[in-house]
């Protein structure tokens, strides 16, 4: 980052995703931090389409004096996305020539931009590649958060990668973004998630010294345009699904949903996968499960990585 923020009336953080990225997690810990040093602040919501993969954003706004809860267009000090589609999205709600822009390059590809659901179907998605994006924006970061939170042993810490690189950007000391950070996380979670704000810090460190990384750290498979798998017959190399048996309560609603058949209660009433080559990795189950327990897994590492669970 070239400078921190002036933390003059008011600083305007927008951060977007899709539902179940922590998106709200990282604004409670904004929040959180910006009360304890007396600002005032203000933050509103949207995340009633958390369970369905829909977009969710959070405008969190502090300073000595904040009116309006929501940021105006072209107001936006700091974006920081969780997704690089929702990124694209609000990449207009920046300050033009001075807003700072945070993003993960990863791609969820939204069930309903499936061209059809054929294995290898092209989905809808933008092409628009991270060097593109960072040769228009004066300030920017956009990294594999996913797959470098995936490395440190739970790709579910990927917010805390993006927020350590927020923190960068801020005037707050670090240990006192760790403290709010112990805090507001799960318990057994805290480590990790401290270990992946460390890494997203130390990226920004990288990044400061060698600009050219800006838009690296990201398998070059990541920014192939939305392809759901190769072909028919090597789709089971891009498409694990993992389903934690202990966290299933045996709702049905995975069975119910899935647009494929593929998923059945099992005797012991657990979710199990009984027709993978039919699986096209659509995420749907995965979004739906209130219990979170399964995982879609659609990258070659991350099948990988799944299959030697
Ligand atoms: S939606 Fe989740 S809790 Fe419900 S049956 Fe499927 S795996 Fe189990
Ligand atoms: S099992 Fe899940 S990921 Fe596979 S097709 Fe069904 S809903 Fe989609």
Request: hydrophobic share 40%.
């Amino acid at each position: 980052m070239d400078k921190k923020i002036e933390q003059k009336d008011p600083v305007n953080v927008l951060i977007v995703g899709v539902g179940g990225q922590g998106v709200i997690m990282v604004s409670k810990v904004l929040a959180t931090i910006c009360q304890e040093y007396g600002y005032q602040v203000k933050q509103s919501e949207v995340h009633g389409m958390s369970k369905r993969g829909g977009s969710v954003f959070s405008h969190v706004r502090f300073g000595k004096q904040v009116f309006s809860p929501t940021i105006p267009k072209g107001s936006v000090d700091v974006l920081l996305a969780l997704e690089w589609a929702e990124a694209l999205r609000w990449i207009n709600h920046l300050k033009p020539g001075k807003g700072t822009f945070i993003s993960d390059t990863q791609h969820i590809v939204p069930p309903f931009a499936c061209l059809n659901r054929k294995r290898g179907a092209e989905a809808g998605y933008s092409r628009e590649t991270p060097d593109h994006i960072l040769s228009r924006i004066k300030d920017g970061f956009a990294l594999d958060a996913t797959g470098m939170a995936r490395e440190l042993g739970n790709e579910k810490t990927a917010n805390m990668i993006l927020l350590g690189l927020l923190s960068m950007a801020l005037e707050f000391p670090e240990h006192d973004w760790r403290h709010v950070i112990s805090r507001l996380v799960p318990p057994k979670t805290v480590d990790i998630n401290l270990r992946a704000f460390d890494q997203g810090r130390e990226w920004a460190g990288v990044v400061h010294e060698n600009p050219d990384l800006a838009a690296r750290h990201m398998p070059a498979e990541k920014l192939a345009p939305g392809v759901l798998g190769p072909d028919h017959d090597e789709l089971s190399d891009f498409v694990r699904l993992v389903i934690n048996l202990d966290w299933c309560k045996s709702c049905d609603i995975c069975v119910k949903m899935c647009p494929e058949r593929c998923l059945k209660l099992d005797v012991r009433l657990k979710a199990v996968l009984t027709e993978p080559d039919r699986c096209t990795g659509c995420r749907i189950c995965e979004w739906l499960c209130p219990d979170l327990a399964i995982t879609v897994y659609r990258t070659p590492e991350a099948a990988q990585a799944a299959a030697n669970v």
